[in-house]
């Protein structure tokens, strides 16, 4: 046998992640200027980042010749006086993907089961599957998570339960009083990893503050990210909040040094731009509305979004996309979702969207 055929059977079953194409791999594969290439693609925030942020970055850079501080000081004690949280509450992570990883390092591995719904967010099966757990994955409700069937499908082997609230790439959102209903009947030795990428772009009337669950729910890690609202998908920074013991476990099974130190500065400055925030919010309001008045225009289904996204029924997913990136516009096909119909939408600046659907019709064909 060789070498590759050795290694364990459940990693080499994994089928990889599936990025968004990158601008540059288009324009390289179309003789396309990448100036002229709309990418709607990974939910990332069309304005850039706030300029703090930017400021932060740079002098960050003055330093980069030394290790990060392992330990992330300056960026808990920004998320610590920001959420109420202590100290040994929050995780940092290199990216909230990292966090997903690392609760699935700390609670799974053979003879371990995880739960997650269908549609959900992909990093769940995979971050499951690398640690030799058997993922159960419980039908839909509506492209939403169906609670009650999650519950249901808890045995003596599940250790996690994943929820994406609001979910990718559905954009499907649970009310905060559901979740926490969810929680109060969740075993209290099963690790519930409630996901909120996309927290900051809830409207007022969805907000809701699971962070003071916390102190009820000893078995509740929220995970978070700079990814999206705030506009630092490169630099991946993530962080996750739960008890101190559940922190504990994960701070041993993470790198020493998994946020770097650029990315330690500018989320901490980040996090404070009140005034970034507000108008990523906005932009992202008007877009969706932009987005989805041009999907009626055209006849077309779509699944209402409380996220920076939106899903969009398009018939031929797959052919449509290729349509689009003909025209030099990168969507994301979510057939791999099970989704094969639909193609998900990223929330652009207005010219971005409206880029979009004027190629939109011309794809469809
Ligand atoms: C984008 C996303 C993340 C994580 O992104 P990071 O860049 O790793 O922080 C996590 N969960 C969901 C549901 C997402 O869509």
């Not at 100036?35 to 942020?53: M, R």
């Not at 013991?245 to 009140?274: C, E, H, K, Y």
Request: charged share 20%; hydrophobic share 45%; aromatic share 8%.
């Amino acid at each position: 046998m060789s070498l590759c055929d050795l290694a364990p059977a459940y990693i080499r079953a994994i089928s990889p992640y599936q990025p968004g194409k990158p601008i540059s791999e288009l324009a390289r594969e179309m003789g396309l200027e990448e100036a002229s290439i709309v990418k709607l693609a990974s939910n990332e925030n069309p304005l850039g980042i706030g300029e703090q942020t930017r400021a932060a970055i740079e002098s960050a850079l003055a330093d980069i010749a030394r290790y990060p501080d392992g330990n992330g000081f300056e960026l808990k004690d920004a998320l610590r006086r920001r959420y109420g949280v202590a100290m040994d509450q929050i995780v940092l992570g290199n990216g909230s993907n990292d966090i997903l990883e690392l609760a699935a390092r700390a609670f799974l591995g053979p003879d371990r089961e995880a739960i997650y719904a269908r549609h959900a967010f992909a990093v769940y099966p995979l971050a499951t599957q690398a640690t030799g757990a058997r993922g159960v994955e419980v039908p839909a409700q509506d492209f939403g998570h169906d609670l009650d069937a999650m519950l249901a499908a808890i045995t003596p082997l599940t250790r996690v339960i994943f929820i994406a609230n609001p979910n990718n790439p559905t954009g499907t959102f649970l009310p905060g009083d559901r979740i926490e209903a969810f929680l109060g009947k969740v075993p209290d030795d099963v690790l519930v990893v409630l996901d909120e990428a996309y927290t900051e772009y809830l409207g007022p009337e969805q907000r809701y503050d699971a962070i003071a669950w916390l102190s009820r729910f000893p078995n509740l890690l929220i995970s978070r990210t700079f990814s999206k609202a705030y506009g630092l998908a490169g630099l991946r920074v993530g962080y996750g909040l739960g008890s101190a013991a559940v922190i504990d476990l994960l701070n041993r099974v993470r790198q020493p040094f998994n946020v770097t130190s650029v990315g330690l500065a500018a989320a901490a400055a980040a996090l404070f731009d009140d005034d970034f925030l507000a108008r990523s919010y906005a932009l992202n309001r008007a877009g969706m509305a932009q987005l989805t008045a041009g999907f009626t225009a055209l006849g077309l289904e779509w699944i209402p979004s409380a996220g920076n996204f939106v899903t969009v029924k398009v018939g031929n997913g797959a052919k449509v996309n290729q349509g689009l990136l003909r025209q030099g516009v990168i969507v994301r096909p979510i057939g791999g979702y099970g989704m094969p119909e639909w193609l998900r939408v990223s929330i652009g600046l207005e010219s971005e969207n409206t880029r979009f659907l004027e190629a939109l019709p011309v794809a469809l064909g």
